[in-house]
């Protein structure tokens, strides 16, 4: 088999699949955090909290 003929395998395919999987549920989760959570989860400590403010701001989402 050739290097061309190797990368195209399923189990490749289905391996990038469940990365590119992965990589969109993490940023989702991450966008929800910063974008919508508005401090229900990030009451751990005014650190996180403040973080998770100033995101908010930097992408242009209203939070006051």
Do not use: I, N
């Given at each position: 088999m050739s290097k061309a003929q190797t990368l195209?395998?399923?189990a490749v395919?289905?391996?990038l699949l469940a990365?590119?999987?992965?990589?969109t549920g993490m940023m989702?989760?991450?966008a929800?955090?910063?974008?919508?959570?508005q401090g229900a989860l990030s009451?751990?400590?005014?650190?996180?909290?403040?973080?998770?403010h100033d995101?908010?701001?930097l992408l242009g989402v209203p939070c006051h």
């Open positions: 195209t395998t399923p395919s289905a391996k990365t590119a999987a992965g990589f989702l989760l991450l929800y955090l910063v974008a919508f959570d009451q751990t400590g005014m650190y996180l909290h403040e973080l998770m995101g908010r701001h």
